[in-house]
């Protein structure tokens, strides 16, 4: 069936630096993917999508782009700040005609001033 | 409110307890779900509904829980004599498409407690 694999956190990282949280997945159509970011004591919200191979989808410095050759969607940002903070979750969309979103277990990312 | 509201917050439950967790999604989306969140884990899918139609069910963990959405707007989600592996941050989001293609939209979770 179908699945999302991410990176274990948690990550911890300076201010400025540069992120890579890695995301694979295993489909058996070409379902849309998409990275959702949970910050400290709120709920999950949508960060940026991708809905076919090639795309790149990018939101607040954050890029991630669909690559269907190595089944990957990583995660990047040239230089963090401490306010991305949080827990950052890869998803697979469901398939056409299907309803379950599948989630990666979640990374979490602490960035020092 | 603009955003998806659950309710309540913060519950706590005895062993054996009955408990119901509330869902007002964004009004007009047509889909609802359900996902169960332990410690540190990504959200797991338990229920689907398309208005008032439960179209998919399969990731209700057992007999015991139940979801309604009888007017196709609040939604409940239910569960019997719980248990302490039913303890977990219950999460229900909602969306303007059919089915789970598009952006779901979270609400803030109820946690609950099972002692």
């Known amino acids: 069936g179908n699945s999302v694999t991410q990176m274990e956190g948690p990550v911890t990282l300076s201010e400025e630096a540069f992120l890579t949280i890695n995301c694979t997945y295993t489909?058996?159509?070409?379902?849309?993917l998409f990275w959702y970011v949970q910050y400290p004591g709120e709920g999950l919200q949508l960060l940026l999508k991708?809905?076919?191979?090639?795309d790149k989808g990018s939101n607040k410095g954050f890029e991630a782009t669909y690559r269907k050759e190595t089944t990957s969607f990583h995660l990047e940002k040239g230089s963090v700040q401490v306010s991305d903070s949080a827990v950052y979750f890869c998803?697979?969309?469901?398939?056409?005609?299907?309803?379950?979103?599948?989630f990666g277990a979640g990374t979490r990312l602490f960035v020092k001033a | 409110g603009a955003g998806v509201s659950q309710s309540p917050r913060y519950k706590v439950a005895k062993r054996g307890q009955d408990v119901a967790l509330r869902c007002d999604p964004i009004s007009g989306h047509v889909s609802l779900f359900w996902y169960q969140q332990a410690l540190g884990q990504g959200p797991e899918f338990l229920t689907y509904?398309?208005?008032?139609?439960?179209?998919?069910k399969s990731g209700l963990p057992s007999d015991r829980f139940f979801a309604e959405r009888p007017e196709g707007s609040v939604s409940t989600l239910k569960i019997q004599r719980t248990q302490q592996e039913d303890s977990a941050v219950y999460l229900c989001a909602s969306s303007t498409t059919g089915g789970g293609t598009g952006e779901l939209f979270f609400g803030e979770g109820s946690r609950l407690t099972v002692l």
């Open positions: 998803a697979l969309g469901a398939d056409t005609g299907g309803f379950k979103t599948i």
């Open positions: 489909a058996t159509g070409y379902p849309s």
């Open positions: 509904f398309q208005n008032e139609a439960q179209l998919d």
């Open positions: 991708a809905t076919k191979a090639d």
